[in-house]
């Protein structure tokens, strides 16, 4: 399974952060702008907690169950990849539609004279920050569950190199 790249992320939340600007502006010429969702940071803290409760949680299994402790519950090598893969697609999702809601954000920063789009541009920022907090809980589940490096320098059970 390949690592959460950063560029990767980046990239998404800049073109969907464009098209989503240009979408905006050509949405509120030809009538009224679609409203930022109240519930849209909230849903997205609630992803990046889940993210960070996995990730805690499986952080203290590995290290009971390195330390060789009495009651360690093992951790399911299956779970953990079902893990990572969700937190994958959770912040490859948060990078889109923070992108999105940056773009409308700074569509809307034309108008903060209106009291409604002020609102909905501090939604949009809101979701943006939530979006960044899925992304860094998805990376810290990434890393929880990282394999150690092989050991490339013969240990037992490898051929010597020729």
Do not use: H
Request: with cysteine.
């Amino acid at each position: 399974m390949k690592e959460l790249r950063i560029r990767v992320l980046a990239g998404v939340f800049v073109v969907a952060g464009i098209l989503s600007w240009a979408g905006a502006r050509l949405w509120n010429s030809l009538g009224t702008l679609p409203s930022v969702p109240v519930a849209a940071p909230i849903v997205l803290a609630l992803i990046a907690v889940v993210l960070a409760a996995t990730a805690l949680s499986l952080r203290a299994r590995l290290k009971a169950q390195r330390e060789r402790q009495q009651d360690a519950k093992g951790v399911d090598p299956l779970m953990a990849a079902r893990a990572v893969v969700f937190g994958q697609a959770s912040a490859l999702v948060a990078a889109l539609v923070a992108g999105m809601y940056g773009g409308t954000g700074v569509f809307l920063l034309e108008s903060l004279d209106i009291p409604a789009r002020r609102d909905q541009a501090v939604y949009a920022g809101l979701s943006v920050l939530a979006g960044i907090g899925v992304i860094a809980a998805a990376i810290f589940l990434e890393r929880v569950c990282k394999l150690p490096e092989d050991d490339d320098t013969g240990g037992p059970g490898t051929a010597p190199a020729a």
